[in-house]
């Protein structure tokens, strides 16, 4: 692949090659409502509606293929949650996966959390290609024998099997959360990791699953007090005391857990003041953070609202360095979006592997991208009309009003069904991986 510096070089940026697109299946419980590179980029998992994880691998590049160039396939398929019901308070919960974490590899298994609204479970995912064969007190189907016809001792062989990738849960971290869990994220002790709901957030080792610590609270005695909810929290990538959390008003606040056991006393504060003259009745709805980012370097914080992202410096609370206008044609459509509750949409956005560019989704399976360096932007889309494997994907551009150019989409054409809510970026290498509904695109750079 084309190396990070030279990443912009024509406007078709580096995501200009279709890897291929996966189709996993057309039902409600087929929508994809996550997606996550492991920390070597060689695996990619989603999670579904249905309670489901797919991973896929990258294949090793071929000689005799040299084209496929790394393609992912399924590697393994489980049901990690089920549909459940709280009969003391009458509700349902759902299956859906809300969220998956990679561990970093120890060993040759690979362990991963998911989690629902309310269960965070911890999965290992290994390979068997051998099994043992001669036991002593069992048949070969398994079936014990007879004390009395054994007769000999044997010792037991490992005979070579078709390979076999086992999913099995180690933990099981539930009954901690009255709410809606919306965020994990796993710690850099890899000791510990958290999950938040929309009032609390809980700290929990790894080897203990029946109690957590809770680090941050902020329900009010008076629910009628409520004024805003926690919308996501991320641990620094770096530093295992200090973590982010976002609100429903559009705030950030960094916390260390050296200072007090529970952070409800942030560390810092960051907001930017709202501008009066855009006041309008949607400002506190489009200005609720919908995803936080830590980058990689673990200098910077990114966030996204329902128009905007933006860039943080951790040593500057007053305003953000960097804003970039993801869709800001939908301003003018803000009563319609309210109305069809896409305005409530929960976009997330990701970092390429130096930092250097930002992704986040949009409407019609649009998702855009945005250069830090040299400020350049493009809009690409991810569609099976237009992406045949290996196929140039051109720039779109939107049209708000007067006259239509040829390749111009209008602004009164774009399907709001269509949304790219979730996105993940390889940790290494110019790979995306685009979730459109019920479909997985994943795209890599041009051949040079």
Same mark, same amino acid.
């Given at each position: 692949?084309?190396?990070?510096?030279?990443?912009?070089? &024509?406007?078709?940026?580096? +995501?200009?090659?279709?890897?291929?697109? $996966?189709? $996993?299946?057309?039902?409600? /419980?087929?929508?994809?409502?996550?997606? =996550?590179?492991?920390?070597?980029?060689?695996?990619?998992?989603?999670?579904?509606?249905?309670?489901?994880?797919? $991973? +896929?691998?990258? !294949?090793? !590049?071929?000689?005799?293929? *040299?084209?496929?160039?790394?393609?992912?396939?399924?590697?393994?398929?489980?049901?990690?949650?089920?549909?459940?019901?709280? %009969?003391?308070?009458?509700?349902?919960?759902?299956?859906?996966?809300?969220?998956?974490?990679?561990?970093?590899?120890?060993?040759?298994?690979?362990?991963?959390? @998911?989690?629902?609204?309310?269960?965070?479970?911890?999965?290992?995912?290994?390979?068997?290609?051998?099994?043992?064969?001669?036991?002593?007190?069992?048949?070969?189907?398994?079936?014990?024998?007879?004390?009395?016809?054994?007769?000999?001792?044997?010792?037991?062989?490992?005979?070579?099997? &078709?390979?076999?990738?086992?999913?099995?849960?180690?933990?099981?971290?539930?009954?901690?959360?009255?709410?809606?869990?919306?965020?994990?994220?796993?710690?850099?002790?890899?000791?510990? %990791?958290?999950?938040?709901?929309?009032?609390?957030?809980?700290?929990?080792?790894?080897?203990?699953?029946?109690?957590?610590?809770?680090?941050?609270?902020?329900?009010?005695?008076?629910?009628?007090?409520?004024? =805003?909810?926690?919308?996501?929290? =991320?641990?620094?990538?770096?530093?295992?005391?200090?973590?982010? %959390?976002?609100?429903?008003?559009?705030?950030?606040?960094?916390?260390?857990?050296?200072?007090?056991?529970?952070?409800?006393?942030? /560390?810092?504060?960051?907001?930017?003041?709202?501008?009066? @003259?855009?006041? @309008?009745?949607?400002?506190?709805?489009?200005?609720?953070?919908?995803?936080?980012?830590?980058?990689?370097?673990?200098? %910077?914080?990114?966030?996204?609202?329902?128009?905007?992202?933006?860039?943080?410096?951790?040593?500057?609370?007053?305003? *953000?360095? !960097?804003?970039?206008?993801?869709?800001?044609?939908?301003?003018?459509?803000?009563?319609?979006?309210?109305?069809?509750?896409?305005?409530?949409?929960?976009?997330?956005?990701?970092?390429?592997?130096?930092?250097?560019?930002?992704?986040?989704?949009?409407?019609?399976?649009?998702?855009?991208?945005?250069?830090?360096?040299?400020?350049?932007?493009?809009?690409?889309?991810?569609?099976?009309?237009?992406?045949? *494997?290996?196929?140039?994907?051109?720039?779109?551009?939107?049209?708000?009003?007067?006259?239509?150019?040829?390749?111009?989409?209008?602004?009164?054409?774009?399907?709001?069904?269509?949304?790219?809510?979730?996105?993940?970026?390889? *940790?290494?290498?110019?790979? $995306? /991986?685009?979730?459109?509904?019920?479909?997985?695109?994943?795209?890599?750079?041009?051949?040079?």
């Amino acid at each position: 692949l084309a190396g990070f510096g030279n990443l912009m070089h &024509d406007v078709l940026w580096c +995501f200009s090659q279709v890897k291929g697109t $996966i189709d $996993i299946g057309v039902t409600e /419980a087929d929508i994809i409502s996550t997606v =996550e590179f492991n920390h070597t980029g060689e695996l990619l998992a989603t999670g579904d509606k249905g309670g489901r994880v797919v $991973i +896929f691998q990258r !294949e090793q !590049e071929s000689k005799n293929q *040299p084209h496929r160039r790394g393609e992912y396939n399924v590697y393994s398929t489980f049901q990690s949650h089920e549909p459940e019901f709280d %009969y003391l308070k009458s509700l349902e919960i759902e299956e859906k996966i809300n969220k998956i974490r990679w561990l970093p590899q120890q060993n040759a298994a690979y362990f991963l959390l @998911s989690t629902n609204d309310k269960t965070v479970k911890l999965w290992k995912v290994s390979e068997r290609d051998k099994r043992p064969e001669g036991y002593n007190l069992k048949d070969e189907d398994g079936r014990l024998r007879d004390p009395s016809m054994i007769t000999m001792l044997r010792v037991p062989v490992l005979r070579p099997m &078709d390979l076999m990738v086992e999913a099995t849960p180690r933990r099981v971290f539930a009954n901690a959360h009255t709410y809606h869990i919306n965020s994990i994220s796993v710690n850099s002790d890899y000791e510990t %990791y958290m999950s938040a709901d929309d009032l609390r957030i809980n700290l929990w080792n790894f080897e203990i699953t029946n109690q957590s610590f809770n680090i941050v609270d902020i329900k009010p005695a008076n629910m009628e007090e409520l004024t =805003e909810v926690i919308t996501a929290a =991320e641990f620094h990538p770096h530093h295992c005391n200090t973590f982010v %959390y976002s609100s429903s008003k559009g705030t950030i606040r960094l916390c260390d857990m050296r200072t007090a056991a529970l952070c409800d006393r942030h /560390a810092k504060f960051f907001e930017e003041p709202e501008d009066p @003259s855009n006041r @309008s009745f949607f400002s506190e709805i489009i200005s609720s953070i919908s995803d936080v980012k830590f980058s990689h370097s673990g200098r %910077y914080i990114m966030t996204r609202d329902y128009l905007t992202v933006k860039v943080w410096d951790l040593n500057m609370e007053n305003r *953000p360095i !960097e804003t970039y206008q993801v869709h800001d044609y939908l301003r003018s459509k803000l009563c319609s979006l309210y109305e069809n509750d896409c305005i409530f949409d929960k976009f997330e956005c990701v970092w390429n592997g130096s930092d250097s560019v930002i992704m986040t989704g949009s409407y019609n399976n649009f998702f855009r991208m945005f250069d830090r360096n040299t400020k350049r932007d493009v809009t690409l889309e991810a569609s099976r009309e237009n992406s045949k *494997p290996r196929a140039i994907l051109k720039p779109r551009k939107v049209c708000v009003g007067g006259k239509r150019r040829k390749d111009e989409i209008s602004v009164d054409s774009l399907d709001f069904s269509k949304k790219i809510l979730h996105t993940a970026w390889h *940790p290494s290498e110019n790979i $995306i /991986a685009v979730a459109a509904t019920n479909n997985l695109y994943i795209f890599q750079d041009k051949v040079n």
